[in-house]
């Protein structure tokens, strides 16, 4: 009973060798300060990287339809059609096939 009334009464850090309980209540305070720091670290972390997961899904798709946008691009039909619009059409004969010979 005497144990718990001088815990209330809180004598332990009042009395003269009281120093080392300081020490003590004082660690324990920096662990709790360092261990709030890191947990807020950690979910600072966590909705960085789902921000950054999210930019990437974004990201993909701007990708898969750049690529499709160049398949149609690409497509012979497509690049006749373009170039009959600036005049330039196939050719009437077939290209020659220059040889050299080395000496």
Do not use: C, Y
Not at 62 to 91: C, H, M, W, Y
């Amino acid at each position: 009973m005497n144990n718990l009334r001088s815990i209330l009464n809180i004598e332990f850090l009042i009395k003269d060798d009281a120093f080392k309980n300081w020490r003590m209540i004082l660690f324990l305070s920096l662990l709790a300060v360092i261990m709030i720091s890191s947990g807020h670290s950690a979910d600072n972390k966590i909705f960085k990287i789902a921000s950054l997961n999210t930019d990437i899904k974004s990201l993909k798709g701007e990708f898969i339809d750049s690529k499709k946008q160049l398949l149609v691009l690409r497509k012979e039909s497509n690049i006749t059609r373009i170039l009959e619009e600036k005049g330039v059409g196939p050719a009437s004969s077939p290209p020659i096939k220059i040889n050299i010979l080395n000496e």
